[in-house]
């Protein structure tokens, strides 16, 4: 194996430059962290390089390992860096086999031989710990980390720090206002009879069907958010009429199709592009490609692409939900709708990307399936 050799400080300058630039601008708290992982390995020539993070209402810390990777939790206090963090002290272990404190479970399992290990807590402007970088195998000749690398991680965090912070703060707004719209759009469905994950299911399908129609993540998030809004205008609608058994006259189902119009005046006043995103939708996720569709038979790309995606993903989970009146469709029935209505009721790109990506929406419909 051949060693790395130690850093000059012109070359340690370097990567401090490089990444806190690149970490300045990222707003997406998994890339910060991956970003910070690898300027914490490069600075201290390590194997591997982790940054966790406190979950303080979970009770938990959890890092993400790379780019697209979930994240992975553990409770407080376990495995070395959750000691290292509650503790408040670095650990640094030079040989890890040697020491009681190793759980070498992980090495069994992957086959990795783990030799020397650094944990170093990392602090807020408070004070307060929010997380720690953890190093696995010094590259050099000498095998193991030094206090030398245990400053060059305090300072790596030091300049990450602020702008971990914000982001942090950045994405508690983020899921904040999630669970916001969740509740509301919950509202909507409830009135209904639409039950359970139905508005999230809705969200994460439109997720899907954007980025397979090539929309950006940031768009694709944004539709995420604020499709679980698309009827949220029913909070306006009698119940009477909401919820009548059997045919509706001609006066009710005008006045159920209003909940379009109501949702979009609800939420178009807002300043807020989220809000301003979700009126979008709830005015036209009935519109229909061909023109039949209301409140206003637009058609084709007059209908805003967020609602035009929102359409399929809506029709294809009300179709798989079982309802007190109607069973849920099979498959083949459900497909067979879909290549029917391409370019009548639905845009024919999105249906191409429905069945391209049909797979990870059965995944989802599975993964958030109702409980009984
Ligand atoms: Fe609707
Ligand atoms: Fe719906």
């Given at each position: 194996m051949m060693y790395k050799q130690e850093l000059t400080p012109e070359d340690l300058l370097k990567i401090i430059f490089e990444y806190t630039a690149k970490i300045a601008n990222e707003r997406q708290l998994n890339a910060v962290l991956v970003h910070m992982a690898d300027m914490g390995r490069e600075l201290i020539l390590s194997d591997r390089c982790t940054v966790w993070l406190i979950d303080e209402t979970n009770h938990e810390i959890y890092t993400t390992v790379a780019h697209g990777v979930d994240e992975i939790r553990i409770p407080f206090g376990t495995g070395l860096v959750g000691n290292a963090i509650s503790a408040g002290e670095p650990i640094i272990i030079e040989d890890a086999y040697s020491d009681?404190?190793?759980?070498?479970d992980n090495d069994r399992r992957t086959g990795y031989h783990t030799k020397s290990i650094i944990t170093v807590p990392f602090r807020n402007n408070d004070g307060e710990i929010i997380g720690a970088y953890q190093a696995i195998n010094k590259?050099?000749?000498?095998?193991y980390f030094t206090s030398r690398d245990l400053e060059l991680l305090s300072l790596a965090a030091s300049y990450a720090g602020k702008s971990l912070e914000s982001v942090m703060l950045h994405q508690e707004i983020i899921d904040t206002q999630r669970e916001i719209i969740f509740t509301m759009g919950e509202i909507g469905e409830i009135r209904s009879k639409e039950t359970g994950n139905h508005v999230k299911r809705v969200a994460e399908y439109s997720y899907v069907l954007a980025l397979g129609l090539g929309l950006s993540v940031s768009q694709a998030e944004l539709l995420r958010t604020a499709s679980?809004?698309?009827?949220?205008?029913?909070?306006?609608?009698p119940d009477a009429v909401l919820n009548k058994p059997g045919k509706l006259t001609e006066e009710e189902y005008d006045l159920i199709k209003d909940h379009t119009k109501i949702g979009h005046q609800l939420l178009?006043?807002?300043?807020r592009e989220l809000l301003r995103t979700a009126s979008i939708v709830a005015e036209q996720h009935h519109e229909k490609w061909d023109g039949s569709?209301?409140?206003?038979?637009r058609k084709g790309e007059d209908i805003h692409i967020f609602g035009r995606i929102t359409a399929v993903a809506d029709v294809f989970d009300a179709l798989s939900a079982e309802r007190v009146y109607k069973e849920a469709w099979p498959l083949e029935k459900i497909e067979k709708l879909f290549r029917e209505e391409r370019g009548r009721h639905f845009d024919p790109r999105v249906v191409d990307v429905f069945f391209a990506e049909l797979p990870k929406l059965l995944q989802i419909r599975k993964r958030l399936a109702d409980e009984e």
């Open positions: 009681p404190r190793h759980n070498a590259l050099t000749e000498v095998d679980p809004m698309h009827d949220i205008g029913k909070v306006a609608i178009k006043g807002s300043k569709g209301y409140p206003a038979g």
